[in-house]
Every structure is written in structure tokens, then in C-alpha cells.
């Protein structure tokens, strides 16, 4: 069953720890992205990876850190000195061909408590 | 830096009316463009994408775009909603060069009513 898995769905973290959140893709995609939605303000991109080893910094990258050491996985940590982390968390991927589109994964939702 | 609008917030429409969701947009160069439809706490669902050719572009759903250059526009619409496209959608665009960021617009909410 292939596809791109986010977990946990839901995430609850007190203030001032950091947290992971998990992206695994078994698409064989080359190309990973990570986008913060907020209501009204529609997905803005925070990182993003074209190959193993190597990515960059999105939109509002501040707050956040990546890693890419294997391609099915892109784990996106949100640290405390990201100010306003509640929000929903989407992960993407995709072939790099041109023409392709991004699958998305269901999303994790960060709460603050 | 490629930019993507959507000057509609929310777009009422009866059930069986037509239906046309806004997207304007911004890039250097030749375009890349999607549309996407989200439903409450999940994923996006890719339905439709210009790359090159007919301007028209069909997708799931019965869902259709036109692209119009000159316009730098590529709005959604359906001849006929259910109310069951309530939902919120999204449009894209990449870049054809570099990295090919994709950036996406605030999203308009769609209510179909019976």
C-alpha cells in the first residue's frame, strides 16, 4: 500500500521542549516538502528536500529543523524557540520530474499545552 | 518569487448551479499549476494540473480549470456542484526552473447547499 505516512495525528507538547514529527514515503519520490497550515493563512513552506543529504529552508523556516538521511524519510522538529508552533503539519513528496504533483500525507496536528 | 491568489475567502453555490473558484497567480517564467481539495483534519487530494497544452484541463471529480495567460489565471469549475465538493481548495504553482518550489494560496472554502 503505497502512499506518504505522518505520525502521530495528534501531538500535544509543553512549552519550551522540542518534538518530532514523522514522514515516511514508500512513492520512491525524490522530493519531500514540509508546510505549516494555519486557518486563513493556507500552507506555507518551512523545508524542503530534493535529494538524501541535502535540503532548504522554506518560507518560515525559523523555529524548525530537517534531516534527510534516507529518502523515504523527511522528520521535521519543532524546537522552542519556534514561538507559535500550534498548527496542522503537512508533508509532501514527489518525483522531480516537471510535470509531477505532490502526494500529501494526512497531516499531524501540534498543540501546545 | 512565484505567488499564488485567491481573492475568495468562501464561495456559496446551490446544489446543481455552476460552480467557479478564483486563482490568480505569479511566476518568472512558464507556469506550473494545481489544484487541490482538502477535507476537515486531513491531507490535501491533487485534482487537476496545467503543464502545457489545452488550456482547459480535466480532472477527478468532474472538476475542470481554464488557464488564460494573459490573465495569469487558472480558475476551478464544476457545471454542476453537489453538495458533497463542500470543501476547502487550494491552488499552486511551481516554478519550470531551479528547485521548482511549489507555493500555494490561502484557499477558498466551497458550501454547496441543498
Known amino acids: 500500500d503505497g502512499g506518504i505516512t505522518q505520525s502521530p495525528k495528534y501531538l500535544f507538547r509543553k512549552e519550551g521542549q522540542n518534538v518530532t514529527l514523522s514522514c515516511e514515503q514508500n512513492l520512491n519520490h525524490d522530493a519531500m516538502y514540509w508546510y505549516r497550515q494555519d486557518p486563513g493563512q493556507g500552507l506555507r513552506l518551512i523545508y524542503y528536500s530534493q535529494i538524501v543529504n541535502d535540503f532548504q529552508k522554506g518560507d518560515i523556516a525559523e523555529g524548525y529543523s530537517v534531516s534527510r538521511e534516507k529518502k523515504e524519510s523527511f522528520p521535521l522538529t519543532v524546537t522552542s524557540a519556534q514561538k507559535n508552533p500550534t498548527a496542522f503539519y503537512l508533508c509532501a513528496s514527489r518525483p522531480t520530474r516537471l510535470n509531477t504533483e505532490a502526494f500529501f500525507g494526512q497531516g499531524t496536528r501540534l498543540t501546545v499545552v | ?114
Open chain 2, 1 to 114: 518569487a512565484q505567488s499564488v491568489a485567491q481573492p475568495e475567502d468562501q464561495v456559496n453555490v446551490a446544489e446543481g448551479n455552476p460552480l467557479t473558484v478564483k486563482c490568480t497567480y505569479s511566476v518568472s517564467g512558464n507556469p506550473y499549476l494545481f489544484w487541490y481539495v482538502q477535507y476537515p483534519n486531513r491531507g490535501l487530494q491533487f485534482l487537476l494540473k496545467y503543464i502545457t497544452g489545452d488550456n482547459l484541463v480535466k480532472g477527478s471529480y468532474g472538476f475542470e480549470a481554464e488557464f488564460n495567460k494573459s490573465q495569469t489565471s487558472f480558475h476551478l469549475k464544476k457545471p454542476s456542484a453537489l453538495v458533497s465538493d463542500s470543501a476547502l481548495y487550494f491552488c499552486a504553482v511551481r516554478e519550470n526552473t531551479g528547485f521548482q518550489k511549489l507555493v500555494f494560496g490561502t484557499g477558498t472554502r466551497l458550501l454547496v447547499s441543498p
